[in-house]
């Protein structure tokens, strides 16, 4: 290639065995490439001095100003200011990206987990790398980071939905693995679960943070009334006690005594519930005599006592099952009892502010006469949504009821309208609980869920729908089905562990 001799040429060797020719000629622009060693031969239109000035800038000695690198445990990040400051104004990232300078800035931590934060800073996901650490790493880098709250975000089970939940994993304490009892927090999906006569405690992740071994042989009732305490009972022995998981200590006990009476004694705790303020709990003597005492969360002094019974006929029954209700500010207590001639019970609604039954119901003795021998083998309330649920004994039907326009027969019985999934036979081994909207049921192993529809003219229709698989139902019988968070637990008799039940992100129900 040549140029006329009148051009202005500069001549600049680049790098080993290849050099730049730079000419100023009003000439086309041509590029020749010859055998090793190389020049590159340029005929552009431009100046001299623009061209210098394109390669002195194309070639920065410092950083834009979004950008910002830092060195974490010795391998270089590069991103941007905006997603360290996504990780929230107190986080140690967003403090960093205020840092004055261009120098990266040192992080003595894993680079590795540091790149799965990185990661989910960006997308608001986990990406598959995560699963080469545990939950518990995981979480402790996002804790240093200030970034804990993405990451809970991040590992947190899609909405509970029935229809689509399966087995996740099963909870397995070290020792004792049987669960007589446990408690599941509504907030996170917490879980505090009773085996033998320990407590162990289980994070939002499922990671077990400690375990409480207490005084009692076994804990057949407990209740997570704040935090980092539970309050349990047993049927073994006297009084509601309250353990600290964080410190594992025992706090303290309370017992139902009556100086005037003396077949209060030895009284053991059935049932517990709690409000705000408030921790109900149902006592039972071995005279059967039984009560629902108010404990003041605050000072945990016996506040009131809100009912007291006596005898061993059915009406006369300790609240097996006790459940506050804020809108209303009442207490909703069942018992139920199965004997030769069948299942018997009540269920009674209390205002703890005056100590009095407001409404009652009784089976058998009430409802309609259809149903005289179809007494309720449970009862559940669905709180949000101010419905009472029950299931019968002999039919398998569910029943419902609404808390607001109450009666002597409020009962609305549900029928399934699929012969194929109509219930035979009776429920001698019969759970249930209202969680989120939707009712689950446990017959014998097997595990359904009603859930409400609307069907377009603005009233509820309730569709059933099976949970689990054939060889989900012979795990064994379930005995405790209880939600928490967007997860549901359940308990089976003589199993161990406690089975954990979610939804999940890539599947959904489609209506046929």
């Known amino acids: 290639m040549s140029c006329e ?10 790098s080993k065995g290849i050099s730049v020719s730079f000419y100023a ?9 010859l055998p090793r060693p190389a020049i590159f031969l340029l005929y552009c239109y431009q100046p001299l001095s623009y061209m210098e000035n394109e390669i002195s800038n194309s070639t920065p000695n410092t950083l834009p100003s979004d950008r910002i690198k830092l060195n974490v445990g010795g391998k270089l990040f590069e991103t941007t200011i905006s997603t360290l400051q996504s990780g929230g104004p107190d986080s ?9 300078g261009h120098d990266p800035i040192f992080v003595d931590r894993d680079p590795e987990i540091f790149s799965v934060l990185l990661s989910l800073l960006r997308s608001n996901r986990l990406p598959s790398t995560a699963c080469s650490f545990s939950k518990q790493e995981l979480a402790d880098e996002a804790l240093y980071y ?42 996170d999906g917490s879980v505090c679960i009773a085996h033998g006569g320990q407590i162990s405690f289980y994070d939002h992740n499922l990671t077990h943070l400690s375990t409480v071994r207490t005084h009692l042989e076994d804990i057949t009732s407990i209740r997570h009334v704040w935090p980092d305490v539970a309050a349990a009972g047993s049927e073994s022995s006297p009084g509601i006690h309250f353990y600290n998981f964080s410190t594992a200590r025992y706090i303290e006990s309370i017992h139902w005594t009556d100086s005037t009476d003396p077949r209060i004694y030895k009284a053991r705790v059935c049932s517990i519930a709690d409000s705000s303020s408030q921790i109900f709990a ?3 003597c071995p005279h059967r005599e039984n009560c629902i005492l108010s404990i003041d969360k605050s000072t945990l002094q016996i506040s009131s006592e809100i009912t007291r019974q006596s005898g061993s006929a059915s009406k ?7 459940t506050w209700l804020p809108e209303t500010g009442a207490i909703i207590g069942s018992a139920v009892t ?12 209390w205002d703890p502010r005056i100590g009095e039954v407001v409404w009652e119901t009784s089976e058998p003795g009430s409802g309609r006469s259809s149903r005289f021998g179809d007494s309720f083998a449970d009862v559940d309330v669905d709180v949000g949504g101010l419905t009472l649920f029950k299931v019968c004994s002999k039919s398998g039907d569910l029943a419902v009821a609404d808390l607001r326009r109450l009666g002597d027969d409020p009962w609305v019985y549900i029928n399934e309208k699929n012969p194929s999934m109509r219930f035979i036979g009776g429920a001698s081994n019969c759970v249930l609980h209202c969680y989120k909207s939707q009712v689950f049921v446990g017959r014998e192993g ?17 569709r059933r729908n099976f949970v689990d698989k054939e060889e989900d139902s012979k795990r064994g019988v379930i005995r405790r089905i209880e939600g928490g968070g967007d997860r549901l637990f359940v308990s089976r008799e003589n199993v161990e562990g406690l089975e954990v039940w979610e939804s999940s992100y890539f599947s959904d129900a489609i209506l046929v």
């Open 5 to 14: 001799d009148t051009s202005k040429h500069d001549h600049r060797t680049v």
């Open 25 to 33: 000629a009003p000439s086309p622009v041509s590029i020749s490439f």
């Open 92 to 100: 140690l990232l967003s403090t960093l990206s205020t840092r004055p």
């Open 146 to 187: 200030g970034i804990d709250s993405h990451l809970r975000y991040a590992v947190s089970p899609p909405p509970l939905s029935g229809i689509d939940a399966s087995i996740v994993s099963t909870i397995c304490p070290a020792s004792d693995g049987l669960v007589s009892s446990f408690t599941a927090a509504a907030d």
């Open 282 to 284: 149902s006592f039972d």
């Open 316 to 322: 006369n029954m300790v609240p097996g099952k006790l």
């Open 338 to 349: 199965c004997g030769a001639f069948g299942y018997s019970g009540y269920i009674r609604m």
């Open 446 to 462: 097997s595990l359904e869920v009603w859930s409400k529809e609307n069907n377009g003219d603005g009233e509820g229709l309730y």
